[in-house]
Each structure stands twice: as structure tokens, then as C-alpha cells.
């Protein structure tokens, strides 16, 4: 089985014009360490900034008409900042 496909590490897949779907097992906390419930082992993690269950996708990226690509944008750079 490839990487990508291992039982136990989490997956996340960007989806075009969407959220990032996170699916396998992982934690998730805020900026201060306290852990964010997520509920179950597949969320959708809001990418348009507009949803109201942020950091949960709520659909609002649909009205809004946000823009991403599935994979990684070009002209962006490589390094974080």
C-alpha cells in the first residue's frame, strides 16, 4: 500500500474551489494548544475564510464563488514565510 493510503496517518486533499477534506486520524488545536473537537474521523476544513463553523467548511464558499485549485497554485513560492 502506498503512503498516501496508510490507515494510520491522516490524508487531506484539497478540493477545487472547495475545502481541504481531511480524512484518517489526526488532532486538531487552536494557536494555543487547546484541541478542537472535530466530531469524526473525516471533516472539511474551511479555505474561503467566510464559513460561519470556521475552522469547519460550511458550504459558504459555494455563494461566494471561491477560487482554488485542487493542487498547488503556480507563481507561488515555494518556502513558507
Do not use: W
Amino acid at each position: 500500500m502506498s503512503d498516501a493510503g496508510r490507515a494510520d496517518e491522516a490524508q487531506i486533499t484539497p478540493y477545487r474551489d472547495g475545502p481541504l477534506l481531511v480524512r484518517g486520524p489526526f488532532r486538531m488545536t487552536d494557536q494555543d494548544g487547546n484541541e478542537i473537537a472535530a466530531g469524526r474521523e473525516t471533516v472539511a476544513l474551511c479555505r474561503c475564510g467566510k464559513s460561519r463553523k470556521r475552522p469547519f467548511c460550511d458550504g459558504t464558499h459555494k455563494l461566494i464563488r471561491f477560487q482554488a485549485p485542487s493542487g498547488r497554485e503556480e507563481g507561488r513560492a515555494s518556502g513558507v514565510s
